[in-house]
């Protein structure tokens, strides 16, 4: 198992944050190659993912640990992925999300191809990367319209 840790800071709220993290259906605006997200029962969510021209269904299970600002997610199928998000409080108006992805490196290649080692692990480590600033650039443009419209 490889493990693939990131964080970012953020120019929002943790409460912010965190109600983006709580918006599955929304996940495809911020996460490369995921073309549908649609939550379904009390913690599990459907995903459409694509890479590199490969198309296929993925379960997933979102254990929210609330107070903490922790969410944790699995994959439920042949693709074992798990990792977590933790949003730390920086001050009143900035917050670092923190990730961990653990991930079998030979499962991913499996099932999506691509390149194997270094080269994979650089690959997801960038589109982790690219996902984190999405994920900032949506946040912040939430509260500024928020802010401009009181």
Do not use: C, K
Not at 29 to 58: I, K, M, W, Y
């Amino acid at each position: 198992m490889s493990t693939l840790e990131e964080q970012i800071d953020i120019a929002a709220p943790v409460l912010a944050a965190w109600e983006q993290l709580h918006r599955v259906h929304e996940y495809p605006r911020f996460v490369d190659g995921l073309r549908t997200a649609q939550p379904h029962g009390r913690n599990l969510a459907h995903l459409g993912v694509e890479v590199d021209g490969t198309e296929r269904s993925v379960e997933a299970e979102i254990t929210d640990r609330g107070r903490g600002r922790v969410m944790a997610w699995r994959t439920l199928d042949a693709l074992r992925l798990r990792g977590a998000f933790a949003l730390l409080p920086l001050d009143a108006r900035h917050t670092r999300l923190q990730i961990r992805v653990e991930y079998d490196p030979e499962a991913v290649r499996r099932e999506f191809g691509g390149p194997r080692g270094f080269a994979q692990a650089g690959a997801i480590e960038r589109a982790v990367r690219e996902d984190l600033d999405h994920f900032r650039e949506l946040v912040e443009a939430r509260v500024r319209a928020a802010d401009a419209h009181p």
